[in-house]
């Protein structure tokens, strides 16, 4: 991605890491077309499960506790809602945000397309200027591909950023990708760390590490 048309004013998550209750606390936002397969991803990997009416609740995130380097991280994944209507999340989604997955479907060409005209440019305008990226093209598993594997990947090689696919229903690639995403913030905290604390909503009651999380 073009640094120089970043603002590098923006909010730099990645200067502190947040503890709580002995764990790092990650914050990994998925966003793309409505019906990319952002929820089906988010349920593969909290819960192992394909298509569960418990993610279809308006939750504002998903948490499980997972260890990476020796450290237990507590992973929160947002996923960001709206879709196309309201052209992605506005600022305030990307306050604690330390790693974004762009998701689109391998079966819908113009899925692909909106990375460019649609999120990418949302994740410039109001992310911090070093967020790390990952694209991820879902439902590989299904007939009627209208984006190749190759296309993809030159695509996402001419902007440096990582690339997978993955299939939710089979459960293929989606551990990768959500790992990725993980390993990509948390060599970014190590980097540039400058304070560790608790969180401002560490005074909020836990909740379990595992499923939906009401806001």
Not at 8 to 19: A, E, F, K, L
Not at 45 to 67: A, I
Not at 73 to 84: D, I, P, Y
Not at 202 to 208: D, E, G, I, L
Request: glycine share 8%; charged share 25%; hydrophobic share 35%.
């Amino acid at each position: 991605m073009n640094d120089s048309r970043r603002n590098v004013g923006r909010h730099q998550p990645h200067n502190t890491v947040h503890i709580r209750d002995g764990r790092v606390i990650v914050d990994l936002m998925l966003m793309g077309d409505y019906n990319a397969g952002k929820t089906s991803i988010i349920g593969r990997f909290v819960d192992g499960v394909f298509d569960n009416p418990h993610y279809w609740t308006g939750c504002s995130f998903y948490v499980k506790t997972l260890w990476m380097d020796n450290s237990e991280v507590k992973l929160r994944l947002w996923e960001a809602m709206g879709g196309e209507r309201f052209r992605g999340p506005v600022l305030s989604a990307y306050r604690h945000c330390h790693c974004v997955i762009i998701v689109y479907d391998v079966t819908n060409r113009s899925s692909f397309e909106n990375i460019e005209k649609i999120w990418l440019k949302n994740v410039e305008e109001n992310g911090s200027c070093d967020l790390p990226v990952i694209i991820v093209g879902t439902k590989c598993d299904l007939p009627g591909r209208q984006v190749d594997y190759v296309t993809a990947k030159k695509f996402s090689d001419s902007l440096k950023l990582p690339f997978t696919e993955t299939s939710s229903l089979t459960g293929y690639g989606v551990d990768r990708a959500i790992m990725s995403g993980v390993a990509l913030a948390m060599e970014k905290i190590l980097q540039t760390v400058s304070c560790v604390r608790e969180p401002e909503y560490a005074n909020v009651s836990r909740k379990p590490d595992s499923g939906c999380q009401i806001t």
